[in-house]
């Protein structure tokens, strides 16, 4: 529970509200002003490292699990992925060269934000989806 149960007094106008109600009223202020500071911190922290840019690169190298770098199939398989995170086609992903430095810069946020998605998917699995959802 967020907070204590509303005291059994109860009131409709502040100043002729009893002590308890009133320290009841403070004490749920100061818990939503807490709480409030604190997701407001955690939400600064996601947006900067939202915008962080991630680089195709280290993108593969991060999820590509059915090869290593500069093994046979990775390539190709880091360009499945690269287009299907980004929308584009293989053939575009493909055009950036051998190392992707002919990418746009567009796509690196695009990356750092699927790579968020694709953590957040890690952590909540279908098998345990119900313990993120309220019933």
């Known amino acids: ?13 502040w100043a002729t509200a009893n002590s308890s109600a009133k320290h009841y009223v403070n004490y749920v202020f100061t ?14 922290i996601i947006n900067a490292f939202r915008e962080r840019p991630l680089e195709p690169s280290d993108f593969c190298q991060k999820w590509i699990k059915s ?3 500069g093994e046979r199939g990775y390539y190709k398989a ?3 992925a690269l287009a299907q995170a980004t929308g584009l086609s293989e053939r575009t992903i493909q055009g950036w060269g051998s190392d992707f430095n002919g990418r746009p810069d567009s796509v690196l946020v695009t990356l750092r934000k699927e790579d968020i998605l694709n953590q957040i998917r890690d952590l909540v699995k279908p098998d345990n989806l119900s313990d993120y959802l309220e019933s």
């Open 1 to 13: 529970m967020l907070v204590a149960p509303l005291p059994s007094t109860q009131f409709t106008d």
């Open 31 to 44: 818990r939503l002003l807490t709480m409030f500071r604190q997701i407001s911190k955690v939400h600064h």
């Open 67 to 69: 090869a290593a770098p």
């Open 78 to 80: 880091c360009v499945k």
